[in-house]
């Protein structure tokens, strides 16, 4: 059976991430041991949430690789995207990381509510699901975290590190059945880092939306309108540096071009 952390180690875990983002800092080492259940990652998530001062604009649906997906017996994980670090894409969009530590672009599909989902509700079909998706975006997730080693970790190191969000860009609304069929791909500084379907899965992002519907509830911050799921990378998790060029071409949606630059202290 895997140890439990005790509270003043959760809120350690939280209080470093928390520091560390509001001075744009990479932090030396994990603080202290990393959970090692999803209950102390997501209690060490939610003291951080609770003391960052901006509110949750979306979330972020992640991949709990092996081990640990064995050994806690789930495959995905939330993160929270705040509002302030959602962006509309522009010619050439920031994708912020910290001088240290480490970062990542990501190609994804945002999916928008179009309402509040039901706060008790835990378990969630895909058709149900679907039926509460308000738009469908094409993102750029920016994964930065101020611990260069947390990549290697796993996900229950990175749930309270802000589940190694760094921001959210968004590029054009498109419908949803546009999707099938067309091809994403990821360069950096104008190689081929990666290319996937945007649609591969039976269900395509369908079931990160449905996940993310029942664990935000059992959370206790069931999903509200106009919130935005980002579904999962696409062509893989590519590790940038700061200054590198970034590209994701959605097929013939869309391009999001972006820059690795520092990320700032935020207050």
């Known amino acids: 059976m895997s140890a439990a952390l005790a509270p003043a180690a959760i809120a350690a875990i ?119 998706i308000g738009d469908v975006r094409l993102v750029v997730e920016a994964a930065s975290s101020a611990l260069a080693t947390l990549p290697t970790l796993g996900a229950l190191a990175a749930i309270p590190a802000f589940g190694n969000n760094s921001g959210l860009i968004l590029g054009p609304s498109v419908d949803l059945t546009a999707l099938v069929g067309k091809a994403v791909e990821v360069t950096i500084d104008g190689a081929s880092a990666g290319t996937a379907l945007l649609w591969a899965d039976a269900d395509g992002p369908l079931p990160a939306l449905a996940f993310a519907l029942g664990q935000a509830a059992a959370l206790g911050r069931p999903l509200k309108r106009g919130q935005i799921i980002s579904t999962g990378a696409l062509t893989g998790v590519h590790k940038v540096t700061i200054g590198q060029h970034c590209t994701a071409r959605f097929g013939d949606l869309a391009t999001i071009d972006c820059i690795v630059t520092t990320r700032p202290a935020e207050r």
Request: no cysteine; charged share 25%; glycine share 10%.
């Open 14 to 132: 939280a209080d470093a991430f928390v520091a560390a983002r509001h001075a744009g800092v990479a932090i030396p080492a994990y603080p202290g041991e990393p959970p090692e259940t999803l209950a102390d990652a997501y209690a060490a998530q939610a003291l951080a949430i609770d003391r960052w001062p901006d509110a949750i604009g979306g979330w972020k649906v992640a991949r709990i690789n092996d081990p640990w997906r064995e050994r806690v017996g789930e495959s995905r994980y939330l993160g929270p995207i705040f509002a302030r670090t959602i962006v509309t894409a522009g010619a050439v969009s920031d994708v912020p990381a910290y001088p240290g530590g480490s970062a990542a672009f990501e190609a994804e599909i945002g999916l928008v509510l179009g309402d509040d989902a039901d706060p008790d509700r835990r378990d969630w079909s895909i058709t149900d699901a679907r039926a509460l």
